[in-house]
């Protein structure tokens, strides 16, 4: 999809902005485009399909949410869906200050590193102090509906049962791919865990991908988190996994630095770490439906990645001790 830059400048003057420089962004989904005025910089997100207008919607609400509560996010500017001055619904944000953590981690030094996973716990705790009713997902902040993942099904009063879902919808990107033999020994693995979280848990708003490309940091602070765009709410621990294997993995000392934060704020519920391999496997599978989807674009060497992350699940079917290192 092309957009005329005299379209785009129609819509900066219209919010009294002078244009000064359009650039096009390659991203997986979305048509995102960068924009210097002469007030600072800009992101226009193009919706181009109802999918992603939805998107559209929910993020227009939810940074207001969450800036509120005094977490690091870009502000909104405009969410348009009339169609008058492009055919398409747009959103656009406030650029973050400072650079992607995984572009400026190796620059911290022992006590910094520690003192920057504490923060880090803070905000993480911040965002899943915003609680509701039910889980699935919610495109206003206040009510919440089916959970677009597992084709729009739900809400749900109780975790259990949606996650349940999710984990089959996951495993159902197996068919087909050289991982559909595992499908029913995981089901059953599941099936036979799932009292770990049969018990009363709070539905929170969860990121749920909160890898180095979405945190930003400038002065060594937090200067922002970005791409909500998958945020639902569920069980705080299913973000906890995947922020520890996307971060610090086995490294106690951060480990400890970012959960003193995090419990500062909110309490971890009881029996946490028995839950870890649980939620372990249940990221694990994301990560290999983006190697079924993706291939290349998302591993290098997809054949090693596919044997290391088979001999992973093996160890955790037969309950043998596993490392927490996987990014997925």
């Not at 109802?50 to 870009?74: A, D, F, R």
């Amino acid at each position: 999809m092309e957009i005329n830059d005299t379209k785009v400048k129609k819509i900066f003057n219209n919010l009294n902005l002078k244009v000064k420089e359009i650039i096009k962004i390659n991203t997986y989904s979305n048509f995102l485009i960068k924009v210097k005025t002469d007030s600072g910089n800009y992101f226009l997100k193009v919706f181009t399909n109802q999918k992603e207008n939805k998107i559209g919607h929910k993020l227009s609400y939810l940074y207001p949410l969450l800036s509120k509560k005094n977490i690091p996010v870009p502000d909104v500017l405009k969410y348009d869906n009339s169609l008058q001055v492009l055919s398409h619904p747009y959103l656009i944000i406030t650029e973050v200050k400072g650079k992607m953590l995984g572009e400026s981690i190796d620059r911290f030094k022992g006590q910094d590193l520690k003192e920057f996973y504490y923060e880090f716990g803070k905000v993480v705790a911040k965002i899943h102090s915003i609680t509701f009713q039910e889980f699935g997902e919610t495109y206003d902040g206040k009510i919440v509906k089916g959970f677009s993942e597992i084709g729009d099904k739900g809400p749900y009063k109780n975790w259990k049962e949606m996650h349940s879902e999710i984990i089959n919808s996951r495993l159902d990107i197996f068919r087909g791919s050289s991982f559909e033999d595992l499908i029913n020994p995981i089901k059953e693995w599941f099936e036979n865990a799932s009292n770990l979280i049969d018990y009363d848990i709070t539905p929170r708003l969860l990121h749920i991908d909160l890898n180095q490309k979405n945190i930003f940091i400038k002065d060594n602070k937090i200067s922002g988190i970005i791409d909500f765009d998958d945020a639902f709410i569920g069980h705080n621990e299913e973000e906890l996994m995947r922020t520890e294997s996307a971060n610090f993995s086995n490294n106690d000392v951060l480990r400890h630095a970012f959960f003193k934060g995090y419990t500062e704020v909110i309490s971890l519920d009881e029996g946490y770490e028995k839950r870890r391999t649980f939620y372990y496997l249940s990221r694990l599978l994301v990560h290999i439906d983006c190697i079924i989807k993706y291939g290349e674009d998302y591993i290098s060497d997809i054949e090693k990645e596919k044997k290391s992350i088979k001999e992973e699940i093996m160890k955790i079917l037969k309950g043998k001790s596993i490392n927490f290192d996987k990014n997925g």
